[in-house]
Structure formats: structure tokens, C-alpha cells
């Protein structure tokens, strides 16, 4: 089964507009941490936000939210007064344990967002 | 700091060929990972490393082996390239503690042929 799952392979927005990019994980660990990164065309990950389970509020990094129903094992991605620029592929990833000690991220297979002028 | 280098950004093997992957950072993290990214897909994890000299397999370690001898260096070795080994490679790095975020290198686009 899918641990992370991204419905939606492409989005289209208005410049200026919102958008939101959908994400729910499936795990039984009460401690995990989900991660939103941003893959432009150039191909580098690019870190976004993260949400840890234990954290009272959603995340916010500037322009972007973090919408965390943890009943809902979700976490979708907000993006407000989109830009060209926020053109790219979106991985929402979540953070779980290693049987060596370590976390490792779990990805899910992306959302193409395409901002229009 | 130069963050997470990877070295070469691109290469075209032949079916059969070897080559290594190369990794630096200078963030002095413990942790360090291979990914591999098909195309239209998420990041699938190769290998990981919890320090120098401890290294572990992650969900598709078939057909590569790597090393940490340094905490700086983690390269990622292929044996006898096959073509399902085209893909994206990406090295990341990150400390050991919350919240656990990863630094990732520009990756390095293999086809083999």
C-alpha cells in the first residue's frame, strides 16, 4: 500500500490565485513528520515546509501553508498569490524510521503545477 | 559551504559498464542517502548511511554498493549497468535530530544504453 498519495498529477492555477495540493500518508507511527519540496524543471529539491505530528499549528513558510488534519491523515499544500515561478513538480514526503537508526523520507509521485498568466 | 555536491551531472554508460557516483558534504551531517527518480515518479531510497562506516539498504538496493569512509563522502557504485538503472540519481544529507530535513545535491541523470 502506498504510504504517501498525491491524487492529483496536474494542477492548473491563475497567477495571483491559491492553490492547493493534496496529500495524505498512511502510517501507524505517532511520531512521523511530513515534508513538502519543489522540484522545478532544472531538476534540484527544493525544501518547502514541513509539519511535524506532535505540532499544535500548521506550518507556514511565507507564501506557503500547510493544511494538517491529522485525523484525516492528511497534509495538503497551500500556495497563496501563486507566481510563474511556482511552476514545478510538488513531492509531499513523509519521515519514518529506519531499522538502522536513521529517518529515511517516503515520496509520494508528485503534482505537476503549471501557473498561467 | 557548497552544501551537498554530487559529481558527474551526467553520464551514458553501456550496458555492462561500472561507474561510481560521487557525494560530498560539508554540513557535517551524520546522515546521508541515495535516491533514485524514474521518470514521472517520487524519489525511491537506494541506500543510507548513519555515520563513517555504517551504511544500510534501503527499498531498491539491488545492483549498487556504497562506502563511508568519511563522514563527507558517500559514493554510490554501479556493477554491471543494466538499463532499468536509467534514472535520476540524488544524494542528500541531513543531521540527526528533528526535524530530520534533507539537504539535497542537483542530482546526476544516467542512461544506460
Known amino acids: 500500500a502506498q504510504k504517501i498519495t498525491q491524487t492529483q498529477p496536474g494542477m492548473f492555477v491563475q497567477e495571483k490565485e491559491a492553490v492547493t495540493l493534496d496529500c495524505t500518508y498512511d502510517?501507524?507511527?505517532?511520531?512521523?513528520?511530513l515534508f513538502w519540496y519543489k522540484q522545478p524543471s532544472s531538476g534540484e529539491m527544493i525544501f518547502l515546509i514541513y509539519?511535524?505530528?506532535?505540532?499544535?499549528q500548521n506550518a507556514t513558510e511565507g507564501r506557503y501553508s500547510l493544511n494538517f488534519q491529522k485525523a484525516r491523515k492528511s497534509a495538503n499544500l497551500v500556495i497563496s498569490a501563486s507566481q510563474l515561478g511556482d511552476s514545478a513538480m510538488y513531492f509531499c514526503?513523509?519521515?519514518?524510521?529506519?531499522?538502522?537508526?536513521?529517518?529515511?523520507?517516503?515520496f509520494g509521485k508528485g503534482t505537476k503545477l503549471t501557473v498561467n498568466p | 559551504n557548497a552544501g551537498v555536491t554530487q559529481t558527474p551531472k551526467f553520464r551514458i554508460l553501456k550496458i555492462g559498464q561500472s561507474m561510481t557516483l560521487q557525494c560530498a558534504q560539508d554540513m557535517n551531517h551524520n546522515y546521508m542517502y541515495w535516491y533514485r527518480q524514474d521518470p514521472g515518479m517520487g524519489l525511491k531510497l537506494i541506500y543510507y548511511s548513519v555515520g563513517a562506516g555504517i551504511t544500510d539498504k534501503g527499498e531498491v538496493p539491488n545492483g549498487y554498493n556504497v562506502s563511508r569512509s568519511t563522514t563527507e563522502d558517500f559514493p554510490l557504485r554501479l556493477e554491471l549497468a543494466a538499463p532499468s538503472q536509467t534514472s535520476v540519481y540524488f544524494c542528500?544529507?541531513?543531521?540527526?535530530?528533528?526535524?530530520?530535513?534533507?539537504?539535497f545535491g542537483p542530482g546526476t541523470r544516467l542512461t544506460v544504453t
Open positions: 514526503a513523509m519521515r519514518e524510521a529506519t531499522q538502522g537508526g536513521s529517518e529515511k523520507l517516503v
Open positions: 542528500a544529507s541531513s543531521y540527526p535530530q528533528l526535524p530530520y530535513e534533507q539537504y
Open positions: 502510517t501507524s507511527d505517532p511520531s512521523y513528520g
Open positions: 509539519q511535524g505530528s506532535y505540532d499544535q
